[in-house]
């Protein structure tokens, strides 16, 4: 698969959409210690701690990805609209509600927000690539390329 970054950069100056699923990744072990906390009494900190981190790189990559897409949207609308990549763009939203979940017992007001926003964004994705895939079923159908269902199990 080729990279959707400008020649001479690096992913960590340019990310695509799939590296929020490392947000994902973090924020949910981390609510899982905190439910394991509350349920076998694990250590908590462990899990606000796993949290916090996964938070701080969903701040850092959000700041990033705006970035690029400032600076050069024509390479996040290439990776929206190649089929290879255009369910990625689930990572993002499932990681704003992940975090939702996390910062709920901290910051109620801002978790709905972001929740909110997650949950219509990830309508708004599923529904637009649905559409693509109707429009487009030899485009999007083929048997390496269904992770654009992704989007809809999210």
């Known amino acids: 698969m080729e990279t959707l970054t400008r020649p001479g950069e690096h992913a ?37 701690w796993l949290i916090a981190v996964g938070v701080m790189l969903f701040i850092a990559l959000s700041a990033l990805y705006g970035i690029k897409t400032v600076r050069d949207p024509s390479v996040v609308v290439a990776e929206f609209r190649d089929p290879r990549s255009a369910s990625n763009f689930a990572c993002i939203t499932v990681a704003i509600v992940i975090v939702s979940a996390a910062i709920l017992p901290h910051a109620p007001s801002a978790a709905l927000f972001l929740w909110a926003l997650g949950t219509g964004c990830q309508l708004v994705l599923f529904l637009t690539l649905l559409g693509r895939w109707i429009a487009e079923p030899t485009k999007f159908c083929t048997p390496r390329r269904l992770g654009w269902f992704q989007s809809s199990v999210m």
């Open 12 to 48: 960590t100056t340019n990310p695509p959409a799939v590296a929020f699923s490392s947000v994902m990744g973090i924020c949910g072990l981390g609510l899982s210690w905190r439910a394991a906390g509350q349920v076998l009494a694990a250590p908590r900190a462990i899990g606000e």
